[in-house]
Every structure is written in structure tokens, then in C-alpha cells.
């Protein structure tokens, strides 16, 4: 079974912090996503990449960066930390052939305190 | 700019009872739509999409149709189950797919 692994289930931050959020997909997929998910807003695109070193930015990429070194891996990176990037994380991939959408990781629930 | 509004929630139902889930999108060119599917503690999964108009999406006894004319692609279900408790997602796509918008989510709480 094709599989998307967040590395953290649960994280509390402290303001300020640099924080580190992990994504590995299992299937060889080129298309690599971050999204966050708040209550009323639904999913947000924050950044996605299409290759290795490649990114691009989503509807909402201030305050966050990435880093795509290995096809494989997709880390979402919080320079500072602050209160309002408390929020549920969902990471994603997508073979760049296909239509069938998105395979999304469990996510990782992030407290910044 | 493209867009999907879902109904707001939550949605408690009886077993067995039947389900609408109503979605309408905005969007310029020809978009495919999706529903997606978070159980508690899990991401989303794909329940079902439809790429054109007329099309209909069919999954675990779930259907939508993609109405062009109205904008629309609710969610139906003729008799609901408790394990269908969860939150659906409506989206849409285009182009090369790299972007997916999403509505808010509707919860369903399906009750034995």
C-alpha cells in the first residue's frame, strides 16, 4: 500500500523556534505538497515542489520555507515560530501523471505555545 | 479566483437515513472535481471525482454529479452508515493539477 509518512503526529512548539516538519512518500512521486488545515478555512496551500530542489509557492507561504533534497522527502520549515501557525499540517504527493489526486500523509498537529 | 463553497456543518443523521452534502464551485475553464473523505485521526482520502460535465463519481455507495449548468457536485448517499462519520471535502482542480482548491469541510455524524 502506496504510503505518505509525516514524522510527527503531535508537536508543541515555543514561540520563536525553528521547527522542522518531516514528509516521506513511498511511491516515487514527483509532486510533493504542504498544506495546513484550520477549522472554517478548509485546506491551504502553502508551498509544493515538482522536482527535486524544485518549489513553489501557494496561497499562503509567508512565514514558512521548504526543502526538497531527495525525491522522497519534503520538509516544511518554520523560520520562527509563532502562535498563529498553530494548526493541523497535511502533507501530499501526486505521481505527475495522475488525475486521481492526492495521496495525503496523517498529518501533524502543531502547537506553537 | 477559483473557488468551492460547501454547506456549513456539522450534519447529524440517523443510520440508514438518506444524505445531501451540497457543494458549488466558481472556476474559469474546465475544472475536475473531487470529494475527499477525513476519518477521524487519518488525512484525507479520495472517495470519488468527476473530470466533465454530466460526469458522475461513484464510491462506497456515494455519488456526485458534475452539473456544469449549475455549478454543482453535491454528495449523495442513499443510506448512511455510523462508519461514514467523518469530514468531506469538496475540491477542484485544473490544468496540470499542482493546485487544488478546497471547500471548508462539512462534518457528518451519522448516529446508530
Known amino acids: 500500500d502506496v504510503k505518505v509518512t509525516q514524522s510527527s503526529r503531535y508537536l508543541v512548539k515555543r514561540t520563536g523556534e525553528k521547527v522542522f516538519l518531516e514528509c516521506v512518500q513511498d511511491?516515487?512521486?514527483?509532486?510533493m505538497f504542504w498544506y495546513r488545515q484550520d477549522p472554517g478555512l478548509g485546506l491551504r496551500l502553502i508551498y509544493f515542489?515538482?522536482?527535486?530542489?524544485?518549489?513553489e509557492k501557494g496561497d499562503i507561504p509567508e512565514g514558512y520555507s521548504v526543502s526538497r533534497e531527495k525525491k522522497e522527502r519534503f520538509s516544511l520549515i518554520l523560520e520562527s515560530a509563532s502562535t498563529n501557525q498553530t494548526s493541523m499540517y497535511l502533507c501530499?504527493?501526486?505521481?505527475?501523471?495522475?488525475?486521481?489526486?492526492?495521496?495525503f500523509g496523517s498529518g501533524t498537529r502543531l502547537t506553537v505555545v | 479566483g477559483d473557488s468551492v463553497t460547501q454547506m456549513e456543518g456539522p450534519v447529524t443523521l440517523s443510520e440508514e437515513a438518506f444524505l445531501t452534502i451540497n457543494c458549488t464551485y466558481t472556476?474559469?475553464?474546465?475544472?475536475?472535481l473531487f470529494w475527499y473523505v477525513q476519518y477521524p485521526g487519518e488525512g484525507l482520502q479520495l472517495l470519488l471525482k468527476?473530470?466533465?460535465?454530466?460526469d458522475k463519481g461513484s464510491n462506497k455507495g456515494f455519488e456526485a454529479t458534475y452539473r456544469k449548468e449549475t455549478t454543482s457536485f453535491h454528495l449523495e448517499k442513499g443510506s448512511v452508515q455510523v462508519s461514514d462519520s467523518a469530514v468531506y471535502f469538496c475540491?477542484?482542480?485544473?490544468?496540470?493539477?499542482?493546485?487544488?482548491?478546497f471547500g471548508s469541510g462539512t462534518k457528518l455524524n451519522v448516529k446508530p
Open positions: 501530499a504527493s501526486r505521481d505527475r501523471g495522475e488525475i486521481l489526486g492526492y495521496t
Open positions: 511511491m516515487d512521486h514527483e509532486n
Open positions: 515542489s515538482y522536482d527535486v530542489k524544485m518549489k
Open positions: 472556476a474559469t475553464g474546465y475544472p475536475s
Open positions: 468527476a473530470t466533465k460535465a454530466d
Open positions: 475540491a477542484l482542480t485544473k490544468y496540470n493539477f499542482n493546485k487544488f482548491y
